[in-house]
Structure formats: C-alpha cells, structure tokens
C-alpha cells in the first residue's frame, strides 16, 4: 500500500512545513496516528516551487523530505542522476564544504547527524520495500544503472500481467 503526498500545506496540522518537509505529517500523524505502514511517496518534485530551484537548492530539499518522512521521491530524470550522487556522497561523508553547509542550513542540523539519521532512514524504508520485493518475486533494481533498472521493472511488469498477480485468484 502507498500513498502520494502532494506538495500542499496543511497549517491545521503543520503551519510551517509543506507536506513533504512536515514530520508532524509524514511521522507524527500518517505513521503514529494513523498507523499507516506502506510507503509515502511524493507528488512530483518538480512542480510548484521545486520548479524554480536549481540542482543545488534541490537537493538538500531531497533529503530534507526523506528526514520528514517520506519514502520515495519522483524526481525527475534530468535531477536524478545528480540526486542519485549526492545521497551517495552525503552517506559516505563526500560532500563539499558548500554542499554540507547548504545541507545544514536547509535541514537546520549539524551534517553528521544528517547523515546518521538518513542511515537510519534508508533502513526503514528498506524494511517497507521488502513487501514489494516479495510481490515481484525479486529484489529490487540497482538505481545505480538507469537503462538497466528500467529494463528490469520492464521485465517483472510483464511477469505481474503474466501471473495476473492483481486478478483475484480462487
């Protein structure tokens, strides 16, 4: 089960943070309150305001998201590659002098715990992906090799048709 996220704010819950950055949203009330289990995934984050940020405005805004409780990002494919790099480089401490600061002022944390608190995250998210690796029958595709990874969710879509996995069976 997921849910998409849209950008919007919600001041009855979250008067300062629009529903991808809001914890009170995403954690406090879907996953507390709620007790939603699947996966919160966003609305497109390149609309709205995403749409006038440059790559280096948008990152950190990408792991601002996934710190407030958002599972998977749709980001688009000219930001992917370059988002792809930059969690790779934040999670093994590669980051720029510039890339932490801009971190750190748009998460309002020391970089270090950014970072401790994404691993924690990448687990959880981990741990709700694996009901979908179960339904596929396979783990899921390495984000590393775009054509690849979409050969291969090409590839076990058909299977799905072929199983009628979404028709009930008897």
């Known amino acids: 089960l997921s849910l998409v996220i849209n950008n919007a704010k919600y001041p009855v819950i979250d008067e300062k943070n629009k529903a991808p950055f809001s914890q009170l949203l995403l954690k406090d009330m879907l996953r507390d309150k709620m007790q939603f289990v699947g996966l919160a995934i966003s609305d497109g984050m390149w609309k709205d305001s ?32 370059p988002a792809v790099q930059y969690f790779r480089r934040l999670y093994d401490s590669k980051l720029t002098d510039v890339e ?18 994404l691993r924690l995250r990448i687990n959880e ?33 058909q299977k799905i048709l072929q199983d009628n996995y979404f028709v009930e069976k008897n």
């Open 50 to 81: 995403f749409a006038q940020m440059n790559t280096d405005q948008l990152l950190p805004m990408y792991v601002l998201s996934i710190l407030s409780g958002m599972d998977v990002l749709t980001i688009p494919g000219s930001k992917f590659a």
């Open 100 to 117: 932490n600061y801009q971190l750190e002022v748009t998460v309002n944390k020391p970089v270090d715990e950014i970072r401790q608190n």
């Open 125 to 157: 998210i981990l741990d709700r992906l694996q009901p979908v690796q179960k339904a596929v029958g396979h783990s899921l595709p390495d984000h590393t090799e775009p054509k690849k990874q979409t050969a291969e969710i090409n590839e076990r879509y």
